[in-house]
């Protein structure tokens, strides 16, 4: 016999991209990406403040088995470090061949994705786009604004994360700011896996 899940609906608040009845928040501060920043004075310039980087609110607690979907969204608050801008830590998925779907609620950003070879891509975001990250490649948000970056993930629930291929090889190309405005870079300290 199936056993049902209960349907459930939960509520984001638009104005913010928070969902304030999520099941869990998760709060990364600039010591959780440590490294990732290209410019590592400007990272420990900034290392006793500790800022806020950006939240996750994960809408429930879905059961991460095959055919579930997870779904959550993301503030990213605006900022630089060393003109890197704020960004998320990246991941692939663990099970690589699992795509997603980001729906940009608010604020404006990119979304910057790689493959294992080091091909990149950069989606902008602003608020009604919805990009599509495509199995097995790297993806990263940035908060490109003046205000917080909000977008709303729908993933697979079994994809999992596999951010250990981020720490050690990084993203091929950086957005940074020049002159007020986004610009793509390539990355000093990438190396190419494998
Ligand atoms: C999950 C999805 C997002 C990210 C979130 C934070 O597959 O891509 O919910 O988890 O945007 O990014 P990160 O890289 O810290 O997991
Ligand atoms: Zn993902």
Not at 4 to 28: F, H, K
Not at 52 to 72: D, F, K, N
Not at 108 to 125: C, F, K, N, Y
Not at 172 to 188: H, M, Q, S, T, W
Request: glycine share 10%.
């Amino acid at each position: 016999m199936t056993r049902y899940m209960s349907p459930l609906t939960r509520t984001i608040d638009l104005a913010s991209g928070t969902i304030p009845d999520a099941a869990e928040v998760q709060t990364r501060r600039l010591s959780d990406l440590e490294g990732l920043f290209a410019d590592r004075e400007a990272e420990n310039a900034l290392r006793h403040e500790n800022p806020v980087i950006y939240r996750v609110y994960l809408a429930a607690h879905i059961p991460t088995e095959e055919g579930q979907l997870g779904y959550s969204t993301t503030v990213i608050y605006p900022g630089t470090v060393g003109g890197e801008y704020f960004m998320t830590k990246g991941h692939y998925h663990a099970v690589a061949n699992r795509a997603e779907v980001y729906t940009c609620l608010k604020g404006r950003g990119a979304l910057l994705l790689q493959t294992p070879e080091g091909e990149t891509s950069v989606q902008h975001m602003t608020p009604g786009a919805a990009a599509y990250v495509p199995p097995f490649w790297g993806h990263r948000t940035v908060n490109t604004g003046a205000e917080p970056f909000a977008f709303m993930a729908v993933y697979p629930a079994d994809a999992g994360y596999d951010y250990a291929t981020i720490a050690e090889y990084g993203f091929a190309a950086l957005i940074v700011e020049r002159d007020g405005k986004p610009e793509l870079v390539p990355n000093p300290h990438y190396q190419r896996e494998g």
